[in-house]
């Protein structure tokens, strides 16, 4: 679902602050004076106070504190509407907090009468449905939104898919791929809707008249060869695909299926050709593209005679990486003992995905792996403000202050990191090893001798 900023709230919150403004400007006003506003109507000291304490207590997550200012609030607002749908929104908003769906949905509902086009409630109104799985009342509420927000067209797919329209649910699908490009999300949605419905046959069917009627259509080819390739009929797949490049030449989504094909083929030379059109498209999205460049890396690996190639596809990443590309980048050099190369693809990826914990772990084993102790001990402190419980990364934290000639900084990573080490002897051996280094570092060798006993009785498995 779409979590968008409430400029509702927003918009009270100025008229608020305004009237205090005035208020404070102005002469001493009676307890009751009012400050009137066009949007909001007539807002009285009283409630402004209780309106606020409800917001302060919302703020800290005292929901039922919040309930019972805002009940004070409505009270004070003297029948005003407005005010009453302002106080009713934000009753709805904690009601939800506390799952008292049933209120909440009353509370919104409230407002609508009122506000029938209010965007921000409608929103909120669509999250109570949601969380309860009332997909059926959702329906006509997201093809309101819809009018306001196109976005909101895939939830709608994924409600009809819920409530088993399945043919609505293609046909928006197919609507939404015809103006927005290939998605993963909806190729998934599209994937369970054939899967769930067991009538991949009468689809395909279907798919192959659109096409005898509208051979323009791209969409309908890009489905057929999915469905034939989920089939596993690949042959009929495969022809399908050279059916659409040669009716559509200049088509980029085909390319997401032919490069495949043509790996499986035999036809390297086509397969990169392929290749290179996904990485360059601005039609295919990156999660489409990482699937690829997964294949990629497979396919030269093991064919080592193709790893010039890995340096175009390198240079289509430059500007469009991520943290997943840049791990699989990384890992490719480190398999080919590249680690330089490697290690500048990791912390690349660490800038942009920096709680990744796969990602961390092959960085800061790297920097040790390289002596790049420094770095190393700065990374494994911000990776252990991320993920505190992780013994893994005390240890390394460990090895590079060791290095580092910092024993002290060592002693405490190491000491720390015992605490949350589980069943792993071969880990727990490496912490004894670094404490017996860091004592020894201190001249402390009864210590370190205790550490080095301790380690030499651990026994590992072959």
Same mark, same amino acid.
């Given at each position: 679902?779409?979590?968008?900023?409430?400029?509702?709230?927003?918009?009270?919150?100025?008229?608020?602050?305004? /009237?205090?403004?005035?208020? /404070?400007?102005?002469?001493?006003?009676?307890?009751?004076?009012?400050?009137?506003?066009?949007?909001?109507?007539?807002?009285?000291?009283?409630?402004?106070?209780?309106?606020?304490?409800?917001?302060?207590?919302?703020?800290?997550? %005292?929901?039922?504190?919040?309930? =019972?200012?805002?009940?004070? *609030?409505?009270?004070?607002? %003297?029948?005003?509407?407005? &005010?009453?749908?302002?106080?009713?929104?934000?009753?709805?908003?904690? #009601? /939800?907090?506390?799952?008292?769906?049933?209120?909440?949905?009353?509370?919104? &509902?409230?407002?609508?009468?009122?506000?029938?086009?209010?965007?921000?409630?409608?929103?909120?109104?669509?999250?109570?449905?949601?969380?309860?799985?009332?997909? +059926?009342?959702?329906?006509?509420?997201?093809?309101?939104?819809?009018?306001?927000?196109?976005?909101?067209?895939?939830?709608?797919?994924?409600?009809?898919?819920?409530?088993?329209?399945?043919?609505?649910?293609?046909?928006?699908?197919?609507?939404?791929?015809?103006?927005?490009?290939?998605?993963?999300?909806?190729?998934?949605?599209?994937? %369970?809707?054939?899967?769930?419905?067991?009538?991949?046959?009468?689809?395909?069917?279907?798919?192959?008249?659109?096409?005898?009627?509208?051979?323009?259509?791209?969409?309908?080819?890009?489905?057929?060869?999915?469905?034939?390739?989920?089939?596993?009929?690949?042959?009929?797949?495969?022809?399908?695909?050279?059916?659409?490049?040669? &009716?559509?030449?200049?088509?980029?989504?085909?390319?997401?299926?032919?490069?495949?094909?043509?790996?499986?083929?035999?036809?390297? @030379?086509?397969?990169?050709?392929?290749?290179?059109?996904?990485?360059?498209?601005?039609?295919?999205?990156? @999660?489409?593209?990482?699937?690829?460049?997964?294949?990629?890396?497979?396919?030269?690996?093991?064919?080592?005679?193709?790893?010039?190639?890995? =340096?175009?596809?390198?240079?289509?990443?430059?500007?469009?990486?991520?943290?997943?590309?840049? @791990?699989?980048?990384?890992?490719?050099?480190?398999?080919?003992?590249?680690?330089?190369?490697?290690?500048?693809?990791?912390?690349?990826?660490?800038?942009?995905?920096?709680?990744?914990?796969?990602?961390?772990?092959?960085? #800061?084993?790297?920097?040790?792996?390289?002596?790049?102790?420094? +770095?190393?001990?700065?990374?494994? +402190?911000?990776?252990?403000?991320?993920?505190?419980?992780?013994?893994?990364?005390?240890?390394?934290?460990?090895? *590079? &202050?060791?290095?580092?000639?910092?024993?002290?900084?060592?002693?405490?990573?190491? +000491?720390?990191?015992?605490?949350?080490?589980? =069943?792993?002897?071969?880990?727990?051996? =490496?912490?004894?090893?670094?404490?017996?280094?860091?004592?020894?570092?201190?001249?402390?060798?009864?210590?370190?001798?205790?550490?080095?006993?301790?380690?030499?009785?651990?026994?590992?498995?072959?």
């Amino acid at each position: 679902m779409k979590l968008k900023q409430l400029y509702f709230l927003s918009l009270l919150w100025g008229i608020l602050l305004s /009237a205090s403004i005035t208020y /404070a400007q102005d002469e001493v006003p009676d307890q009751d004076s009012a400050t009137v506003n066009e949007d909001l109507g007539t807002v009285t000291d009283a409630f402004q106070e209780n309106f606020f304490e409800a917001l302060k207590q919302k703020g800290i997550e %005292n929901f039922e504190l919040a309930l =019972d200012a805002l009940t004070l *609030a409505e009270r004070a607002a %003297n029948g005003d509407s407005k &005010n009453i749908a302002v106080v009713n929104f934000e009753k709805g908003k904690n #009601l /939800a907090e506390l799952k008292r769906y049933d209120e909440a949905e009353a509370s919104f &509902n409230a407002v609508l009468t009122t506000q029938s086009g209010n965007m921000d409630v409608q929103e909120a109104l669509y999250d109570v449905y949601y969380e309860t799985s009332e997909y +059926e009342k959702a329906i006509p509420l997201v093809q309101k939104l819809i009018k306001k927000d196109e976005d909101y067209k895939e939830d709608l797919v994924n409600l009809y898919g819920r409530t088993k329209q399945y043919d609505k649910a293609l046909e928006l699908l197919d609507e939404l791929d015809e103006s927005w490009g290939e998605s993963a999300y909806r190729n998934a949605l599209r994937r %369970n809707i054939y899967k769930v419905t067991g009538n991949s046959e009468g689809a395909i069917t279907n798919l192959q008249d659109k096409i005898d009627e509208n051979p323009e259509n791209e969409q309908d080819y890009l489905n057929l060869i999915f469905l034939y390739s989920e089939e596993g009929t690949t042959e009929k797949a495969f022809e399908t695909a050279k059916e659409l490049l040669k &009716n559509q030449p200049e088509s980029e989504l085909v390319h997401l299926a032919l490069y495949k094909f043509y790996l499986d083929d035999g036809q390297n @030379e086509e397969a990169f050709k392929s290749m290179d059109i996904v990485f360059n498209s601005s039609k295919i999205e990156k @999660e489409s593209k990482y699937k690829v460049l997964a294949d990629f890396i497979g396919f030269v690996n093991e064919n080592p005679a193709y790893e010039a190639h890995v =340096d175009k596809v390198v240079a289509s990443f430059n500007n469009d990486g991520s943290g997943e590309v840049y @791990e699989t980048l990384g890992t490719y050099y480190v398999s080919k003992g590249k680690k330089e190369v490697a290690l500048t693809f990791y912390e690349k990826g660490i800038k942009l995905d920096d709680d990744n914990y796969s990602l961390l772990k092959n960085t #800061l084993l790297l920097q040790i792996d390289l002596q790049k102790n420094t +770095e190393a001990a700065n990374l494994s +402190e911000e990776a252990l403000g991320t993920f505190p419980a992780q013994a893994f990364f005390y240890l390394l934290n460990g090895v *590079a &202050n060791n290095r580092l000639g910092k024993s002290d900084t060592a002693i405490e990573s190491l +000491e720390t990191g015992l605490d949350f080490l589980l =069943d792993d002897p071969r880990v727990e051996r =490496d912490f004894y090893d670094q404490l017996r280094t860091a004592y020894e570092a201190k001249g402390d060798t009864n210590k370190a001798a205790s550490f080095k006993l301790k380690a030499a009785q651990i026994k590992l498995d072959n």
